[in-house]
C-alpha cells in the first residue's frame, strides 16, 4: 500500500518533472502566457491604429484650418477689389452650385455690367501641400466655371512655387487663370484682366454691334503683355529693395565702428591727469 501510495503521489505531484500532471501544467502554463502575449500584442497594434487616426484626424482638422483662413483671406482681398468696380461679391464654399451638389468654387465674383446679363467669375483658393499641374488647374477651373455657371476663373495659390509657370502668375486657359497671393497689388490687376476678358466674352456670346470687339481684345491683349512685364519689374524690385536693406544695414555698422575707433583713438591722444 504504502509501495502503490508513493507511486500514485509521485503521478499526480507537480514537483515532479516527469509527471504527466506537471507536463499538463507546464502546457497549461505556456498556453496562457502565449495566449496572454497575443493578447498584448494585439492591444498594441490597436492603440497604434487608434492613435496613427487620431493624429491623422488632428492633422486633417489643422489642414482644413489653414485651408479655411487662406480662404477667408482670398475672399477679404477680392471683396476689398469689388468695392473699387461695384461688383457683387460672394463667399459661396460652403455651399453646392445650382442644381448640382458640387461645391467647387469658393468665392464667385458678379460682374457689374451695362446689360441685364452679370456674368459670374469662379475664384478657387487653393492650398495645397503638393502644387497641382497646368493640366489639374485647368481641369478643376473647368469644373469651377461648370458648376458656378462662370464665364471665367482664377486659383488663387499662397506661393509663386505652386504657380504651374515661370512668373507668379499663369494663364492656363483662355478664361482660366492661376495666380499667388504673395502679392495683393499683382492679384487684384489680374482680377481686373480676368474681369475684362469675362465682359469680352459675355459681349462675343451676344454678339452686340454697338460694341468695338477687336479694339477691345486689342487692349486686353496688351494689357497682358504689360501685366507679365510688371510682373518680372515687380520681382527684381524686391530683390533690390533686400539688397538695399542689406547694404544699408552694413553701411550703419561701418559707421558705427569707425565713431568706435575715432573716440578710442581721441581718448589715446588725450594728455592723462
Not at 489653414?66 to 483671406?73: I, L, N
Not at 483658393?125 to 482664377?154: D, F, G, P, S
Amino acid at each position: 500500500m504504502r509501495s502503490h501510495t508513493a507511486e500514485v503521489r509521485s503521478v499526480v505531484s507537480t514537483e515532479n518533472p516527469s509527471s504527466p500532471i506537471a507536463a499538463l501544467r507546464r502546457d497549461l502554463t505556456a498556453t496562457v502566457e502565449n495566449t496572454r502575449r497575443e493578447l498584448v500584442e494585439g492591444l498594441a497594434a490597436v492603440r497604434a491604429l487608434v492613435q496613427a487616426d487620431q493624429a491623422q484626424a488632428a492633422a486633417r482638422s489643422k489642414s482644413s484650418a489653414a485651408g479655411k483662413d487662406f480662404e477667408d483671406a482670398v475672399a477679404d482681398i477680392v471683396d476689398e477689389w469689388a468695392k473699387a468696380t461695384g461688383d457683387c461679391v460672394e463667399h459661396v464654399g460652403a455651399h453646392p452650385g445650382a442644381g448640382t451638389t458640387r461645391k467647387t468654387g469658393d468665392v464667385v465674383v458678379r460682374v457689374l455690367s451695362s446689360g441685364s446679363n452679370q456674368p459670374t467669375i469662379a475664384i478657387e483658393a487653393k492650398r495645397r501641400a503638393k502644387a497641382l499641374t497646368a493640366r489639374q488647374h485647368r481641369e478643376e477651373l473647368a469644373e469651377a466655371m461648370r458648376v458656378r455657371r462662370a464665364r471665367a476663373a482664377l486659383a488663387v495659390v499662397p506661393t509663386p512655387d505652386q504657380v504651374p509657370g515661370p512668373g507668379r502668375f499663369h494663364r492656363v486657359d483662355p478664361n482660366a487663370w492661376v495666380v499667388s497671393a504673395d502679392d495683393p497689388e499683382l492679384l487684384r490687376l489680374v482680377l481686373a484682366v480676368v474681369r475684362e476678358l469675362t465682359l469680352l466674352a459675355t459681349a462675343e456670346s451676344y454678339g452686340d454691334p454697338a460694341l468695338d470687339l477687336g479694339r477691345a481684345q486689342t487692349a486686353i491683349g496688351h494689357g497682358v503683355q504689360l501685366l507679365s512685364r510688371f510682373d518680372e519689374v515687380t520681382k527684381h524690385t524686391g530683390a533690390a529693395e533686400r539688397a538695399l536693406t542689406g547694404i544699408r544695414s552694413t553701411a550703419d555698422s561701418l559707421r558705427a565702428a569707425l565713431a568706435a575707433q575715432l573716440q578710442e583713438a581721441a581718448r589715446a591722444l588725450r594728455p592723462t591727469e
